[in-house]
């Protein structure tokens, strides 16, 4: 990923495609490979809550209350990003960010030192993969790597709740 790589690998929720996601370059391959328009945005995932404040602007403080109170995995997204890859930044200035709390996408935030793009491994507009062996194979050709743990697991994971913060502490439900 430090060369602009793309891999395919397991998170707290489903798989994910995942990159640098600073560098544009491979977050339009990240774009490319789902065959997704960018305008469509794609959310992002660190290793802790203080990562949060890097990436973007001002961190509303019922944020910091949601992420430290969740029980499952929730991405917020957040206005004013920053220090992020502009074609993974939405058209109003927004960015999807998941603390994740699973062991494995957690060390790799960790190891990587920056935030991860994490989209599911589907084509877009197909149906997103719960296990590795639902992943088509055009999806496992088109990565650089393939991440080799967890490929045998048999439970479908469901995708994190979603929540939009806005000014003012306006909080919305995209995806529960």
Request: charged share 30%.
């Amino acid at each position: 990923m430090q060369k602009g790589g793309v891999i395919l690998y397991p998170t707290d929720t489903v798989w994910g495609i995942g990159c640098d996601a600073t560098n544009e370059e491979a977050v339009r391959r990240v774009f490319e490979i789902k065959r997704r328009a960018d305008s469509k945005a794609m959310l992002v995932l660190v290793d802790s809550p203080v990562k949060v404040d890097f990436y973007v602007d001002e961190v509303p403080e019922v944020a910091w209350d949601l992420i430290e109170m969740t029980t499952k995995p929730l991405t917020i997204i957040y206005d004013g990003a920053r220090n992020l890859a502009h074609n993974l930044i939405a058209e109003d200035g927004s960015v999807g960010i998941r603390v994740t709390n699973e062991e494995f996408s957690k060390q790799l935030c960790f190891r990587f030192r920056k935030a991860i793009v994490s989209t599911s491994a589907n084509i877009s507009g197909h149906p997103a993969p719960s296990v590795f062996s639902e992943i088509s194979d055009e999806i496992k050709k088109a990565v650089d790597y393939v991440v080799d743990y967890r490929r045998e697991e048999t439970g479908h994971p469901k995708p994190s709740g979603i929540i939009k913060l806005g000014k003012g502490g306006q909080i919305k439900i995209i995806r529960e």
